[in-house]
């Protein structure tokens, strides 16, 4: 958006999306503090409406092809068993990917629509290129200006791109410092609870994430990975109703499912600690 009067989406590093105005700061202050009025000239005049900031939650679909019938298909076979699970969000497109791979044109539009099917709303992009920004504004898509969200820092190996859609979701924790996810993970989901602690009541499938800054609670199979106190925190713990995990990390140090688990923690209620820079494993009293 290139004019002062009008405004434009703007997304700070934490993930969340905000409404700013791109006009100087003392004609925004005028703006936003004088209220509009159905009608001037009468005795008790009554605001119509008023301009505020706001955040919403975030969802990234990160893009590792450009090439929308496979896209397709690896959406439609990674939320087939729970077709509503966004329940009409509103998400970022990310093209930061793309880059490295020099893919072309994007036809945005078919992409909106794609989404959409799947109970996103797309809202805005960002990573692109000038061509692919230029296509996305004129499907009426936003330029997101939030720099790409880094990989959470874990000691297992990266794996090699794919050509799936990668689904990101950094959920910032509530005020009591404990977030809630009642909803099964599926392969590729990730969920970050930035600054405290998570509480999954669903199953962690096998090629999802959990990440918190603190403990994780998983009260159903955990079969994906759990990665707690992410940002260095080594009194974090993992707990889980049933230990099948693909691997558990606490503070950068982390076990993989490439040893077998002890057959009294294998499918067992587990709690997880770190003590002397090693992972503990302890089976939870029934």
Do not use: W
Not at 183 to 196: H, K
């Amino acid at each position: 958006m290139q004019r002062d009067a009008k405004l434009s989406v703007a997304t700070p590093t934490h993930g969340h999306l905000c409404l700013a105005s791109r006009g100087t700061a003392v004609r925004l202050a005028r703006f936003l503090h004088t209220p509009f009025m159905a009608d001037a000239s009468a005795a008790r005049p009554q605001a119509v409406f008023e301009f505020k900031s706001a955040t919403l939650p975030l969802i990234a679909v990160i893009l590792k092809t450009a090439d929308l019938g496979v896209l397709a298909q690896a959406l439609d076979a990674q939320l087939a068993d729970s077709p509503d699970f966004f329940e009409q969000e509103p998400v970022v497109i990310d093209l930061s990917l793309l880059q490295a791979q020099h893919e072309g044109t994007i036809d945005f539009a078919a992409l909106r629509a794609l989404l959409a099917r799947h109970q996103t709303q797309p809202i805005a992009v960002r990573g692109g290129n000038d061509a692919q920004n230029a296509a996305a504004r004129a499907a009426g898509l936003s330029l997101a200006a939030m720099p790409v969200t880094p990989a959470p820092k874990s000691p297992a190996p990266a794996p090699a791109p794919s050509s799936q859609a990668q689904v990101v979701r950094e959920v910032p924790v509530p005020a009591n410092g404990t977030l809630v996810i009642d909803r099964p993970l599926r392969s590729g989901q990730q969920v970050y609870a930035r600054g405290g602690d998570v509480i999954v009541m669903a199953v962690v499938n096998f090629g999802a994430e959990v990440i918190a800054d603190g403990h994780i609670h998983v009260y159903a199979p955990l079969r994906g990975k759990a990665i707690a106190g992410a940002r260095g925190n080594t009194d974090a713990r993992i707990f889980t109703t049933c230990m099948e995990a693909q691997l558990v990390a606490i503070a950068g140090i982390y076990k993989t499912s490439e040893v077998a688990l002890p057959a009294h923690i294998s499918g067992k209620a587990v709690t997880i600690s770190l003590h002397d820079k090693s992972l503990v494993m302890d089976a939870i009293a029934s």
